[in-house]
């Protein structure tokens, strides 16, 4: 059961200021760097939206092909945004439960510089036509090595960090960061050893690759998430997690559940018939893990509206464990072996799904950790609540159409598909009215993250407001004290600490 959570004192906001102070650098870095690739990544997948239904837009050099500009839009997402986004989550996260400075600054910052080296010469590859053709693994092999020394580079101090830790003190935040810096190697050098230097048939390296993809989003950029979301329900409402239980039974279930999944991708190939399958119900299963979390955090945060309704930080992290939820249902759907499976395969479908859990569910998480990381390691506060509210809303709008939009079209375009006797255009001209509301959709967000990038920019130059109370969204910001939302109540995320 949860145990309450010791009071503030003195020394423990010393502490804080210091690890605070010790990041400020590299975690800017990484968040301004990956807002940055990711309005590359926007402005691309508008370019490839528009190119679904209008196939002379920018048909003139071969870079500008929608082969090379569609793998470029998903790499910069998932390498220029979503991995820097979780490095800083990750370094501020862990020096912040584990009670320890950042003692290893200059090395965070070669290797994050290294890491977006690897970004650029990755997309460079893709668009000079060097990609390899692999799904969510397009870089070049040369793009590699030099990713995965500098990931290893950035997380193993957080790893340090952690075995120094206070005795006796684990948090379930901590459980769910150290899970997905472990698992992320072994994916990684697994698919990359499996494909690239030990080469068999390809029916099985599309299986590989296809496992891969769905590792990423269920073993790394979903612990990363809830680990974060751990941590901020209760800081901000000042609240213990509503259930230990329920929180480890979380945890476990999706350790269990996630490596399975992925096969289901290659149903009707001639490959054992078993394997499909079990990926088609490990990620049906899904469901227990992100449904246990989701209802952990909601019950936690619902203790208190008020916070609810103004702080920023809240918003957005349960926008985001929303939209784990509907993510949930959604693997249930569209992995049933009898109906929608087949009809994912070849159409719209699978870009909303994986476009649900890396915006809607990780990036919004993400986004609620900015608005609350960001003031305490530039000392400075949010400039305006309106960029804020901008960013929420436009976002919202335009996720919600490019998922829902990308997932409900694809069915429609996977049954034309599956209907033998009418001809193969047929499944495309269903598809036009979905890609040219994604493509408008798309607009929307690419505004949203221009107040995001422009806010933050703003305050890692500290040209942010002096102020010893948080930017909320109500109409005094002065509502609360220092210690309401996104303020710092108490220095324990989680309740009974996991020994």
């Known amino acids: 059961m949860s145990s309450p959570n010791p ?34 990544s926007i402005i691309l997948g508008m370019v490839s939206s528009m190119k679904m239904h209008n196939p002379t837009f920018l048909d003139g050099p071969g870079w500008l092909t929608y082969g090379r500009i569609f793998p470029a839009h998903i790499n910069t997402f998932i390498y220029g945004w979503g991995f820097q986004a979780a490095f800083a989550a990750i370094i501020w996260l862990m020096a912040r439960l ?102 068999g048939h390809p029916l099985m390296a599309a299986g590989i690759n296809a496992w891969f993809r769905s590792a990423l989003i269920f073993l790394f950029f979903t612990p990363v998430a809830l680990g974060a979301a751990y941590y901020l329900v209760p800081k901000v409402t000042g609240r213990p997690v509503h259930s230990y239980s329920l929180a480890m039974l979380g945890f476990w279930s999706l350790a269990a559940i996630a490596p399975w999944a992925g096969m289901q991708k290659l149903i009707g190939t001639p490959i054992p018939y078993f394997l499909p399958y079990i990926g088609a119900a490990a990620t ?22 008020k916070v609810m309704a103004y702080s920023p930080t ?24 009898g109906s929608t499976l087949r009809m994912t395969q070849f159409s719209l479908t699978g870009y909303g799904f994986d476009i649900l859990a890396l915006y809607a569910f ?12 960001v003031p305490r390691v530039t000392r400075r506060e949010w400039l305006s609540t309106r960029f804020i509210r901008w960013h929420f809303y436009l976002s919202i709008y335009g996720v919600i159409a490019v998922a829902f939009v990308a997932l409900f079209g694809g069915l ?75 303020g710092e109540s108490n220095d324990v995320e989680t309740p009974a600490p996991a020994h």
């Open 7 to 40: 009071p503030t004192t003195a020394a423990d906001a010393l502490l804080r200021a210091g690890i605070d102070r010790s990041l400020r650098h590299p975690v800017m870095f990484f968040l301004t760097s990956g807002a940055a690739w990711l309005a590359v």
């Open 98 to 199: 584990s009670r320890q400075e950042c003692r290893n600054v200059g090395t965070i910052l070669t290797a994050g510089h290294l890491w977006n080296l690897g970004v650029s010469l990755g997309v460079l590859g893709i668009l000079s036509g060097r990609g390899t053709g692999m799904p969510w693994m397009e870089f070049p092999l040369f793009a590699w090595p030099i990713m995965l020394l500098s990931y290893l580079a950035i997380v193993v101090w957080s790893f340090i960090q952690f075995r120094l830790r206070p005795v006796g003190h684990t948090y379930i935040s901590q459980w769910y960061l150290l899970a997905a810096i472990i698992w992320f190697p072994w994916i990684f050098l697994t698919a990359n050893i499996l494909l690239h230097f030990i080469t």
């Open 284 to 305: 049906i299963l899904f469901f227990i893990p992100a449904v246990a979390a989701a209802a952990n955090l909601i019950k936690t945060a619902i203790a208190d509206g």
């Open 314 to 337: 809240l918003r957005f992290t349960l926008a985001g464990i929303v939209a784990l939820v509907i993510l949930g249902f959604a693997a249930v759907f569209l992995n049933l072996p």
């Open 362 to 373: 990780f990036s919004f998480v993400m986004f609620g950790a900015i608005y609350f990381i």
């Open 412 to 486: 429609m375009q996977g049954a034309a598909q599956e209907n033998w006797q009418e001809p193969w255009v047929n499944a495309m001209t269903q598809a036009y009215p979905y890609v040219i509301t994604i493509t408008i959709a798309w607009t929307f967000v690419l505004v949203s993250n221009f107040f995001f990038f422009l806010h933050l920019l703003l305050m890692w130059l500290r040209l942010g407001r002096r102020s010893a109370h948080p930017t909320l969204l109500g109409q005094d910001d002065h509502a609360f004290s220092a210690h309401g939302p996104d």
